[in-house]
């Protein structure tokens, strides 16, 4: 180094020399030794005062003097010296506005290395190429190819970086240490490791180097999978390393177990590994894992394995094949058969898709867990993917097991029908799906749909004759219910004649239907030997028991057999399970037909004070009147008909008590009481019969109080004082609309419309409308119906209203008028006569509070639509439901809880199924996890045609598993639901996507994801 400075001494003195001898003849004339004395300043490095010499002696020289090239040289020589910043953009400008000057290339030399020790890098690289070298001084020939190596190495010009370490290392020098190991490393870099490992093994014993020779030599044996060399170097290594470098030594090691079958040994390294910025790759997690899986240890295996499937590669695949594995282990078939489905999902490794598709569609059978039909679509998919496969006939016979105890009947169907060549199993399979579908749609109204299903499997019956057999009592209940009788007469027949008919519980129940065909058909014979068949064997249930009496006693009080009749009406009362108020009202009726007053009244008023709340009250309190008023009992006649008005002001039979009244007064001769009766009958009930005969009773008592002009005042300030005296034309025209309405003529609706146009205040206006609205309504002209039952519906009470308030109530509804139809059904409930208005009317308060989304007032509706009289099983079925929305809506958790468990039981029906699904979110909303997780594990056991509520517990299925931090499961749970749900069009499939990107990105921020997975070592 000494030498160095002595040869750039000389050189600078040499050169100095020179200059002087130039400059005496340019310089100051008044200072010859000026120039000399800067440069003497300059060599004993007094740059401050030598620099301030150089300045001024070019402020004081022609701006064409040559020596400019020297003065400016050596002043921003000084400046380098001097480490002034501003000396980088001098030299820069100097270069840039000299051209030819001797310094020019000392000067990039000089630029360059301002660059270097700035650490900018790509630039020194470039002005570094503008040097050569070869005019440098020697001394700087040496930094000159160190520096400019290493700019082009940190500028990523590995070439140019490579070509000028190699010089360098080959030299003796300073640098040779440095240049040696970064040759070395770029050599790495290309793959040349036997090359890098040469060199760095030169350094070894370095003390700047050697702490780092082992480590990079490890780190390059791992890099030629000489894992032995691994193993022996890094053992030790790892234990005496520094902790920077130790974390990586421990994966290092761990690998090279691994790839040594060491697992063992592997185990103790790669768990000691934390990753970088501790996160870990997918594959650490896996290579950890699978040493877990060797050794048995199939706990950790699991949690490993579960961490290493974030990717869709080869890897994923392993680890689910190898999840699988572990978890069946552990004896979690339900986890294994997860990860037996992720791993045939991928084609990576075709023997492992198929491996693993065979072993998820057993475990699917084995658990009996198919909600999405699982089960049928993966032994569908194996069968055809790979149809040599020595497993197929396994796999056939499975698919037929299948087929025998699926719940899922409307995919099990279409499996079968693509089958061509089907075998007698697998039509008997079918027999059976058919028949059970058929009960599915059946049970939710779709009658044409269930009857095609009955009906294949009808096809099919030579397999099994107890489904044969019962597959002909369903087409027997369905023609029912579509009004078919006759039909339903000949299946329920062919049923019981069936072999195996006997012993269903459906056998006695024919008996019962087809009384009732009978019974709809007026034929009563007929009917009445039926229902007694019924009621002579064994198999009775106590409500058709009693229904059946009844019907019997219909029977017998039509053919007015009033003896036998009053038995069977008795025998239903005192079964007391169906309609006991109506048997107890029937027979008082047959008493009094029989003429047996006393023993009618006696049951009227067992009845009114028995059955309080009940339909025939009113019916049981007019009877009484009118049976006391017959009897000439008439102050008991006059207080029953009070009795009437003031407990039941609803009753259809008040305009028939004022009436009785009215009359009552006037053979009294009570002429004003009289009035006053008959006037209520016509001003509350116009257009009725019975104000047509008020208004007569009416005329009399003004006759009779000799005041005829009272009575054409009265008339006159009628509203419609057309009824009073019927126009002869208005009349005729309109019986002749109406008898071809009662006749089912087409020119039915022409002529009410004509009669409607002709007479537009008509006396049979309300009854032309309400026959034209019925008209429209059988041709499916709802909307234009609705007018007219409208225009009836808004009238005061006729004989017409309650049809028309059910009809107008029914349309708006469904045409989403939910504030009208509320209207209309509160008031059918007020005029309702019958138990099964109430009931239609209580319904529709029910469903339009619904629809309106007024909880309250639903659930006020459906307690009291539940308390009502001979409530159908579907009825009740929908006000528990709606009750239980109402008070989920409320924030009433608890009370909604009782009515979806109740619900819940029954998951075939929609609104089962979505009880199903609210009870476990109920339960996930108070945070009993466990208890949500297995309401939905059994709402899968027992399956549901209701996809989209089992879909919807899948997806609460999943937030269950995140809230306990079971976040493979969640993930998994989700996928299903992806890969086997159908439906693209009523957001499950979006929401589920949507919850599993929210999981990835929990992984992602845990785990070091594909594109940000770094070089397998750290660099150097």
């Known amino acids: 180094m000494e030498n160095r400075t002595l040869a750039l001494s000389l050189f600078i003195y040499i050169l100095a020399l ?43 020289t022609s701006p064409n003097d040559p020596l400019l090239f020297d003065l400016d040289y050596y002043r921003l020589m000084c400046m380098v010296k001097q480490n002034k910043r501003i000396s980088e953009s001098e030299i820069q400008s100097y270069l840039n506005t000299t051209n030819g000057s001797p310094w020019e290339n000392q000067l990039w030399y000089e630029l360059a290395k301002l660059q270097f020790s700035n650490r900018r890098y790509p630039i020194a690289a470039r002005n570094f190429k503008k040097v050569n070298k070869k005019l440098l001084p020697k001394s700087d020939r040496e930094d000159f190819t160190f520096f400019s190596g290493y700019s082009n190495f940190e500028a990523g010009n590995m070439n140019e970086a490579k070509q000028a370490f190699y010089e360098v290392k080959r030299s003796n020098s300073e640098y040779t240490p440095s240049a040696t190991y970064y040759w070395g490393y770029i050599n790495y ?128 695949q392993n680890a689910y094949y190898h999840l699988a594995d572990c978890y069946l282990k552990n004896d979690n078939k339900n986890k294994a058969r997860v990860a037996f489905e992720q791993a045939a999902n991928y084609s990576f490794d075709p023997k492992i898709e198929q491996d693993a598709l065979f072993n998820y569609a057993k475990l699917t059978y084995e658990l009996s867990y198919s909600p999405f039909n699982e089960t049928i679509k993966a032994f569908d998919e194996y069968i055809t993917k790979y149809p040599d496969s020595e497993r197929n006939d396994a796999a056939f016979n499975y698919l037929v097991k299948v087929y025998m105890t699926t719940k899922n009947f409307g995919d099990a169907i279409s499996s079968i029908e693509k089958i061509k060549n089907q ?29 095609e299903h009955f009906n294949k499997s009808l096809e099919n019956g030579q397999y099994n004759r107890s489904y044969k057999a019962q597959a002909l009592y369903w087409i027997g209940e369905t023609h029912f219910r579509t009004l078919q009788y006759d039909k339903a007469i000949e299946y329920f027949t ?141 102050d008991l006649a006059i207080n029953g008909y009070n009795r009437l008005i003031n407990e039941a002001p609803q009753s259809n039979f008040l305009k028939k008590a004022y009436l009785q009244l009215g009359l009552i007064y006037y053979n009294r001769e009570n002429f004003n009481a009289s009035l006053e009766h008959f006037k209520k009958v016509v001003e509350n009930y116009p257009n009725s019969e019975e104000a047509k005969a008020a208004l007569t009773g009416i005329k009399n008592n003004y006759i009779d109080l000799n005041n005829v002009d009272g009575y054409f005042a009265y008339t006159n300030n009628l509203e419609n004082h057309v009824s009073i005296s019927v126009n002869e034309q208005d009349s005729i025209y309109y019986m002749a609309a109406e008898k071809s309405y009662m006749e089912g003529d087409e020119e039915a609706q022409k002529l009410l419309e004509q009669y409607l146009d002709r007479y537009p205040d008509g006396s049979f206006k309300t009854n032309a409308l309400f026959y034209l609205a019925e008209t429209l309504y059988d041709d499916e002209k709802y909307s234009e119906s609705l007018g007219y039952y409208k225009e009836v519906s808004n009238k005061s009470d006729n004989i017409f209203s309650e049809q028309a308030l059910i009809k107008a109530g029914e349309l708006t509804f469904n045409a989403e008028e939910y504030e009208t139809a509320l209207k209309y059904f509160t008031r059918l409930e007020k005029l309702a006569g019958t138990k099964w208005t109430i009931l239609k009317a209580r319904l529709g308060i029910m469903r339009s509070n619904f629809a309106l989304k007024r909880p309250a007032e639903t659930v006020k509706a459906a307690i009291e639509l539940l308390s009502t009289e001979n409530i159908t099983e579907l009825m009740k079925r929908e006000a528990n439901y709606k009750l239980a929305k109402s008070y989920y809506l409320l924030d009433e958790d608890s009370e909604a809880l009782k009515y979806f468990d109740t619900l819940a039981e029954d998951t075939k029906s929609v609104e089962g199924a979505e009880s199903k699904y609210f009870k476990a979110q109920i339960l996930y909303n108070q945070g009993k996890y466990d208890e949500a997780e297995n309401e939905i594990m059994d709402f899968i056991s027992k399956s549901t045609p209701h996809q989209y509520w089992l879909a919807k517990s899948f997806i609460l299925l999943s937030d269950v598993y995140r809230a306990k931090d079971d976040m493979f499961q969640a993930k998994h749970t989700l996928k299903s639901i992806i890969d086997n749900y159908n439906n693209n069009n009523d957001g499950i499939l979006e929401e589920a996507q949507k919850k599993i990107a929210a999981i990835e990105k929990i992984e992602e921020e845990s785990i070091i994801m594909e594109e940000e997975t770094p070089d397998s070592t750290q660099n150097f």
């Open 189 to 316: 870099l290309e793959g040349n490791y036997k090359t890098a490992l040469d060199e760095f093994s030169k350094l070894r014993d370095n003390r700047e180097f050697r702490g780092f020779i082992d480590y990079y030599t490890v780190q390059i044996y791992y890099l030629m999978e000489d894992y032995n060399k691994v193993i022996e170097i890094g053992e030790d290594l790892v234990r005496a390393a520094p902790k920077e470098q130790q974390n990586e030594l421990h994966k290092i090691v761990g690998d090279a177990f691994y790839e040594n079958n060491r697992f063992n040994n592997a185990i103790k390294y790669l768990e000691a590994y934390e990753g970088i910025n501790g996160k870990k790759a997918p594959e650490d997690y896996y290579r950890l894992g699978f040493c877990y899986y060797k050794t048995k240890d199939y706990k950790n295996a699991i949690k490993n394995f579960e961490k290493a499937t974030v990717n869709d590669d080869l890897m994923a």
């Open 494 to 634: 062919k049923f019981q004649q069936t072999p195996g008919a006997f012993s269903t519980d459906e056998f006695g129940n024919a008996y019962y239907n087809i009384g009732y065909a009978y019974f709809n058909q007026k034929e009563y014979d007929l009917a009445l030997d039926w229902f007694r068949k019924y009621l002579n064997q064994s198999k009775t249930e106590k409500e058709m028991e009693a229904d059946a009496s009844n019907r019997i006693a219909d029977c017998f009080f039509l053919k007015r057999q009033f003896a036998p009749a009053i038995e069977y009406y008795e025998k239903a009362h005192q079964l007391n399970a169906y309609d006991p108020d109506y048997a107890l009202f029937q027979a008082a009726i047959c008493y009094g037909l029989n003429d047996n007053h006393n023993k009618k009244q006696e049951l009227l008023e067992g009845l009114i004070e028995q059955f309080k709340r009940s339909s025939f009250v009113d019916d049981a309190l007019y009877e009484l009147a009118r049976t006391n008023e017959r009897n000439n009992n008439i």
């Open 18 to 60: 020179t200059t002087t001898i130039s400059a005496q003849t340019n310089a100051d004339k008044d200072s010859p030794l000026t120039y000399n004395k800067a440069i003497e300043l300059y060599n004993t490095s007094n740059y401050i005062a030598a620099e301030k010499v150089f300045s001024d002696l070019i402020e004081n």
């Open 423 to 451: 075998s007698p199993s697998v039509k008997e399979a079918y027999q059976r799906v058919t028949y059970y579908r058929g009960l599915e749609l059946f049970n939710d109204g779709h009658y044409s749909r269930a009857l």
